[in-house]
């Protein structure tokens, strides 16, 4: 009889620990994209950019996640211009989207100061064709599930200006 219960209690502690580490691969599996429909820009010249980016994040897994910070270099045409950071602790449902909101401020001016040369590409670019200015963000976040927190999860997105001031697809779409 204690075999049997030893038995049980074993194999109860092997299936839960079986499902964590399914729902952990699962979180691994994440998907984040720019959604140029909720993005705002309020205000767009040499002097001054002001935006509020919104990333979509999917979660795959079947338990929620916890992200408890940020950062994200934000590069037009391979030049670094603006640097956001989040140290909030935010909760993403399982199996579901949430986004996030990236208030972004930076004077192109004073980013491109180094690179006059850069400055007149792209301003040129912005008159003639924005599919050649190319706006990235690469950084890391600080997620956790199950209690696990994993340390500096790598992100990095490209998208062209064209795309990001276009009429937006629904770009939870793209993630699988």
Not at 15 to 22: E, F, N
Not at 58 to 63: C, L, P, V
Not at 93 to 111: D, T, W
Not at 128 to 151: P, Q
Request: charged content about 20%; glycine content about 4%.
């Amino acid at each position: 009889m204690k075999k049997n219960i030893i038995a049980i209690v074993v194999l109860i502690i092997i299936s839960v620990l079986i499902y964590m580490y399914v729902q952990y691969t699962k979180a691994l599996k994440y998907c984040w994209k720019i959604n140029a429909g909720l993005t705002k820009i309020f205000s767009m010249g040499i002097k001054m950019v002001k935006m509020d980016l919104a990333l979509d994040f999917k979660n795959s897994s079947d338990i929620d996640l916890s992200v408890y910070g940020y950062t994200f270099d934000i590069s037009l045409n391979g030049i670094k211009v603006a640097t956001v950071k989040n140290t909030d602790k935010q909760l993403i449902k399982a199996n579901s989207f949430s986004v996030f909101n990236l208030g972004i401020e930076f004077s192109p001016e004073q980013a491109f100061k180094d690179n006059k040369t850069k400055l007149v590409e792209l301003s040129s670019a912005f008159l003639a064709n924005k599919k050649n200015i190319l706006f990235s963000i690469s950084g890391e976040v600080t997620a956790g599930i199950l209690g696990m927190k994993v340390e500096k999860v790598p992100v990095l997105m490209d998208l062209s200006l064209a795309e990001l001031l276009a009429p937006s697809v629904n770009q939870q779409q793209k993630c699988k």
